[in-house]
């Protein structure tokens, strides 16, 4: 079955770094679609990044000119540098992958969801 592993998240300081990663695993016949969503703690959910399969990037408005979305096909993995850390953040970020399923066709998955918390 496909699995999605996400890993990266964790406490930060305003201003700082972290990277994102989400792999996939499984049956895989092609990647069309790679993205990333956080949902804040009032439960709202919005779009970060995406990546299309012609690697066409996409940035949510919030997060323009600190974050970048990149991808190792190789791996089938995703990657979301988060630079300048503000405190509204503060989130569960999840990565959302648009597959070709070798026997099944297109399906989307989702990560497990990994916590990235921005404070002083």
């Known amino acids: 079955q496909v699995q999605l592993v996400e890993s990266g998240g964790g406490l930060v300081q305003p201003g700082g770094s972290l990277r994102l990663s989400c792999a996939a695993s499984?049956?895989?016949?092609?990647?069309?679609?790679m993205g990333w969503y956080r949902q804040d703690p009032g439960n709202r959910r919005e779009l970060v990044a995406d990546?299309?399969?012609?690697?066409?990037?996409n940035y949510g408005d919030s997060v323009k000119s600190r974050f970048t979305i990149s991808r190792d096909n190789a791996k089938n993995t995703v990657y979301l540098q988060m630079n300048s850390l503000k405190p509204e953040d503060t989130a569960v970020y999840y990565c959302?992958?648009?597959?070709?399923?070798?026997?099944?066709?297109?399906?989307?998955?989702w990560g497990q969801g990994t916590q990235v918390t921005v404070s002083s």
């Open positions: 990546i299309t399969s012609g690697g066409i990037t």
């Open positions: 499984g049956s895989i016949y092609s990647i069309r679609y």
């Open positions: 959302n992958f648009r597959l070709r399923i070798i026997g099944q066709g297109v399906l989307d998955y």
